[in-house]
């Protein structure tokens, strides 16, 4: 069993940074895979980022391509998401995700330990 609680949210400006975490509890979490998703009002959940157990692979939303970056730190039990040069579209809430495997995947289906959600909100 995986819990995972996110934190960092908050309001910022359009072309503002912010960083948001993910701390998991659970003796497993150095080999799950982890993967970012978001939910704005209205709108499925969507993918946004995703990393392998090691960190040595990650995958990203073409929305976010070069503007966020995800990591993890296994010693920690912590996986980031660092978010720059945001914009008005990027508000939503964002969902921590782990998956029973070491590769991550774009599908949401395929993610089984999900946090409670952080609000991100970027004005213009």
């Known amino acids: 069993q995986v819990q995972l609680v996110e934190s960092g949210g908050g309001l910022v400006q359009a072309g503002g940074s912010l960083r948001v975490s993910c701390a998991a509890s659970?003796?497993?979490?150095?080999?799950?895979?982890m993967g970012w998703f978001r939910q704005a009002p209205g709108k499925e959940r969507e993918f946004v980022a995703g990393?392998?157990?090691?960190?040595?692979?990650?995958y990203y939303a073409d929305s976010v391509k070069g503007r966020f970056t995800i990591s993890r730190d296994n010693a920690k039990n912590t996986v980031f998401l660092q978010m720059n040069s945001l914009k008005p579209e990027d508000t939503a809430v964002y969902y921590c995700?782990?998956?029973?495997?070491?590769?991550?995947?774009?599908?949401?289906?395929?993610?089984?330990?999900w946090g409670q959600g952080t609000q991100v909100t970027v004005s213009s």
């Open positions: 995700a782990a998956r029973r495997s070491r590769w991550a995947t774009t599908l949401r289906a395929d993610y089984d330990y």
């Open positions: 659970g003796r497993t979490f150095s080999n799950s895979a």
């Open positions: 990393i392998s157990w090691s960190g040595g692979n990650t």
